[in-house]
Structures are given as C-alpha cells and as structure tokens.
C-alpha cells in the first residue's frame, strides 16, 4: 500500500546552481520526502545502494548529501561533493542521434536492373602473320526489387561453345528497425575471424550493422572531469578539436565522441568564467574487434554445400548442414564470442574471446573442437594488435590438433582425383608483422613474417619488408621478400612523381630470380564527369622489351575500355563495355554500371537541372526523368530540382526531397504531383460575379489534394483535362459546381477567367 501524503513537483538545487529541472518528489505523513532513484541521478546526486520497498530513495539516508525543502518557493536544494554527485553526461554527438531518430523507413520501387560486363580481344604474332580473336565474355548481374525484397542472380557468359554458368541466385530483406537480413538461395555462412565460411544453399539469418549507419557498434570511452565553476569545456582528439560546450559547476562525463579505431590521446581543456583552464590529457585504444555491452552479432545458416563453384562441376552436397555464429559485447574491454555448426558426420563447437589490453591493444583468443567422421580434432587460435605510439605490432597463429574439421573439410569434393586433405584446415599458421618510422624523413618501415603448415605440402616461410615515404613532391616505395624454403626473392622500387594537377609518372625496378626489369609509365586518371579521359602509356625492359597503351571513359551510357600491348612477336589487343539497363517508373533507362541503390528523378518536364547533395547531376531528358545512380542504399541522399526551369503550367509542392533506399534497390522520385495533367490560374466567381471568398477550398477530379481560394477569387488548380468539373466548398459548409475547358499553351502560365460556380 503507498504511503499516506502528497506528491511535490520541486525545481532542483545542486550547491545553490539551479539545474532547470522540475523532479517528483514524494513526502510521506511523518515529512520524510523521497525520490525515484533514476530521477536523483538526473538532477545529480547519486542513489544509495540501499532503497525502501517501494523503489524509492529516502532523502535522508544519502550520505554526505544535505538538502533543503522550500515549500514556499517549492524548491529541493542539495548540497554534496563530487564523489556523491551523478556526472552530467554530454552526448558529444547529439546532433547525429537526432539526425538518426528522424530517419525514415527505407525505400524500394518495383523495378528490375541488369548489370553487365563484356570482355573481347584479338592477338597478332608477327613470326607467322597470324590473328587469334578471344571469345566474348562477360560477367552479369540481374536484379528484381520492391517492398518484398530483392531477388538477385550472377551469371558469366561465353560466346565460346555458348557456354552460361549461374553463379549465385538469392532473395533477400532487410528490416533496419531490428538491424536483421534474411536470405535465402545461396549464401556464405557468417563467421569469426577463427572459423572458414562457406558456400550454402539454403537459408540464413543475419545481424546487420550496416542498415543503420547512425550506430557506433565499438564501444567508445567516455571521458570525466569536474568543474568548480560553470565553465566552457573543449575536446581534442590527437591535436584535432572535436567538440565544444558549456558546463554547469560539477562532475561531468563526455561521451560518445567522434573516434575513430586504433590509438590516440585526448585532451581535454575546462575553462571557468575567470578565465582560468585546467587541461587533462589521457591514452586511449579502441578496436572494432569489440562491442559495446549488450550489443550482439550473429549469423545463422541452414542449408546444403555448394561445392567446385564456378566450375562445371558446380553441385550441392547431399547432406544438410548448419552454422551459427554470435558476438556479444559483455563488457567496454570484453566481447565474447561463439560458433557451432554441423551436421550428419560432424559436431563443431567453440568459443572465444576479444580483450582490451588497457590503452595499447587489444588481444584475442578462441578454441574449438570437432567430431568428425574423420576423428576428433581441436583448433586453437589466437591475436594481438598493439599499438605503442608509432609503433605498431601485430602478431596471429593457429594450430589444428588431430583430426579437426569443419563444413568445408567434410563436404569437399575429392571425386576427381583431389586428395580429401586438401580441402582440411592449415595444421599451423603464423603471422607477425611490424610497423614503425624509419630514420628517413617522412618514411616508414614495415616488416612481416607469415608461416603456413599444411598436411599435404612443405611449410611455406616468407620474410618481407616494405619501406615508404615521399621523395621531393612524389613519393618512393620499396619492397622486398624471400622465401626461407626454396631460396626465392624478389626487390622492387618504385618512384612517383605529379606532372601538372592530373598527371602522373613512375619507374620501377624489380629483380628476381627470373632476372631484372625496370619500367616507367605515364597516366592520366579519368575523372568522374560523362565525357572525361583517362588513359595511360608503359614501357618496360626485361626478357622483351614490352610497350602498352590503355584508355578509359564513362560516357552516359557505359564505362568503355580499351587496351594494346606488345612484346616480343605479340601483340594483343582487348576492350571492355560495362554498364547496365534500368527498368523502373513505367521506363527503361541505359546507364553505367549500378552496384548500390539509384534514384530516377521525375521533374515533370525535359531540360531541368536535378541536384545530388548540392551539387549538379544532370538535366532530365525528354521524358522528364534522369536516372542518379551511385545512391547510398540505408542513408540519408538529398536530391533536389531547379524550380525556374519547370514550365509554368507545372505546379510542384517541393523542389527537395531525402530518400533512404533499401538495399541496391531504386526509388522513384516524383517532384510533379501529376506529370500527365495540366495546371491553370482560375478566376471563380458565383452567378451574381462576385469573386468566390477568400478561405473557398475546392479539388480537381485529377488532383489528390485540395485547393483553396485566395484573393479576387484565384486558385492554382492542378491535375487538369481538356474538360473539368470542379466542386467548391464555401466556408460556411455550402457547395457550388464550376465547368470549364482547359488547353495546355507550351508551358505558358494558363490563365482561365471568370469561371462561374453553380449552387448544388
């Protein structure tokens, strides 16, 4: 039963600083008040452990906390030090998570679209004048999207023996909401970084973070302070101001900065209303490797395997398998990590887990065991990423213990001839790698280890070393590495420079136990208007002297390519068309190439000037219509039209909009409520001439939305035909009917006097 007295509503006080806040506070018959633990911490003091049994947090029981009731002036003034006060919590960034609570559903229009890539050459020898023409190929990619989904198939094709290979068919959805995707048909196993994907053909369930970009997934650290005064406070990540803000007297805590992975320092300078500053400086590390707490990442499969993809053998295997993968971030240093998957002859369990080792790195650690028609076996792997100024260590290996095994091994098609072990885990691999400046200016030095063991080969070792840095206002990069087993090498340098703001040059020299080349070239890259050039001229020294040339350009259409080269008594010659068609909005359109989402801009008329992100795409053909490819499918795109281009018979009710599409899907986007119907400027009167009153409200029989009458009897009427009939609505709830006949007058404003409306 509650407590006998009343509920205040009081205007807090902490260490006589008004916090402009209204709390609940209860006062029971004996005078004692008490608070809602979490609306104590809102106004800064932080609860007591101990609360009475209704939840509620007796006044007098918070240590070191004074406070006083002015009911007079219905105030609650609390008087504490920074140990038992609540941090005020600063979003850093507040702006973004507003942006992202308004984020709308994304789109999809019913459409269809076809990728597409076509590859043909021709080879001359000079010893016997003999031409040697390469088949047409091409790779292809076909789309079906809507609200259901997205159906998607990839296929290659030869003009070769006619030859049409399927590669992958699958139906997908995304719900951004729950951050889930669903598929179906064929699809890859989600996994860890200790377990193998694999092709299935099945169905499959999946977190995805990408459909809500807004979402920071790695904890980020929050940085605290005090402040004896209201104070302004600024942010510096690595030398780089981020963040700017007032403070009220007392603790605060700064949180969700914008951070990006890896190490850095931050710095942080408190300003009070004298002028005076504190600066506190501390190390941080972050790794996308972990999640924030509570935050979790799973995959999940069901399906049969699909093996020799790509090859004419391509089949699925006859026995249902399944796989499960889960992320979860337990603590801000910890995320553990699991993995199952199986089926008839094979039981896979692990488990693992990703660390932060303090301020420097983060280090990981997983194993698993097996029970296979094989035998048992076990895999344990682990890593470290550590960062020490400048200097960067990174270091991996896994070892596979008996018989161990997993939906790749098992299902592996050895029936023509291959050895079953070939489809097995690597029995060890080893990694190391080590970056750091050198004691060249500028330059950077990078040293790399890699030892892979396998059960069918000889162990492989490899040493190598990079060294880069610029040179003058270019740049020079030098490799090198040598396999410890077999005795082979190889050196190369390479050295850049500018010509002008848009050319470039370079010279190579490689050495190895085929011998030496040195080589130069000179390019051009093309930029991304229709029309620009980029092309590119090689020459090069070695067993032949050998010369190319290769050109590049993005027409409207397509992105076209072409290439020769020459060496020795050969010389080869090869072109590339890659584009795509559109079928979307009742047209077809003929574009570049498409791999994410697109939008076709419907502007009502030809020749208007359409805006992507401020700045110009293009105008609308003939048809009112341009297609913007390249969108951002789960983002915000901003598109806009060029209103004093529109014919002043069209009436639009906006000039931008913001779209979100849905996954490589394609948004129709309509600035012209009605592109087919015509728009006048009408005169109504009723029968004794009398302009129609201001606040008359009227619609077309071709207009979805209402009208409404301005001064001396006006109105902009939309979505009109050669003959109308319109009814009006008088403010005083009574109707007349008008009849008139409309002519379009090549875009002219039309205007249509005197138009007189009959009492119903």
Known sequence: ????????????????????????????????????????????????????PDGRVELASLHAVAFEFDELLQTLSFTANDAERAPLVVAANGKAAKRAAALEPPQADLGALLNYSLYSGATYNSADADVTLSALSGAFEARIFGPFGLVGQTFSASSQSNNVRRLDSTWSYSDPESMRTFRAGDVVTGGLSWTRPTRLGGVQIQNSFGLRPDIVTFPVPAFSGSAALPSAVEVYLNDARRFTGDLPAGPFEIADLPIVSGAGTVQIVVRDEHGQEVVTESDYFVSEQLLRPGLSDYSAELGFARTRYGTDQDHYDKRLMGSASLRHGILDGFTGEGHAEGGPGLINLGLGGVAALGHWGVGALAASGSSSDLGLGLQVTGSVQIELGDVNLQASAQRTFGSYADIASVTFDDTLGSDASAGASPQDVYQLSLSFPAPVLGARMSLSYSQADTRDSDPVRLLGATLTGPLFNGSLSTSAFANLDDGNYGLRATISMPIGDDISSSASATSGPAGSSVSTSIARPAGDRTGDIGWQLRYGTGQNATWSGAASTQLSVADVAARIRHSGEHTQASGRVSGSVVMAGGDVFVANRIDDAFAIVDAGAPAVPVLFENRPAGETRGNGKLLLPNLRSYQNNRIAIDPGSLPLDRVTASTRQTIRPADRSGVVVRFVGNATGGAALIVLRDEAGAFLPLGTTGQSAGDTQAFMVGYDGEAMVDGLGPDNRITLQYPDGSQCVAEFAYAAQGGAQVLIADVVCHPL
């Not at 407590?3 to 004692?32: K, M, Q």
């Open 1 to 52: 039963m509650a407590p006998a007295g009343r509920d205040l509503y009081l205007e807090i006080f902490v260490n006589g600083i008004p916090r402009h806040l209204i709390a609940e506070v209860h006062e029971d018959a004996d005078g004692s008040l008490s608070i809602d633990p979490v609306q104590l911490r809102n106004v800064g003091i932080l609860p007591v452990a101990s609360q009475r």
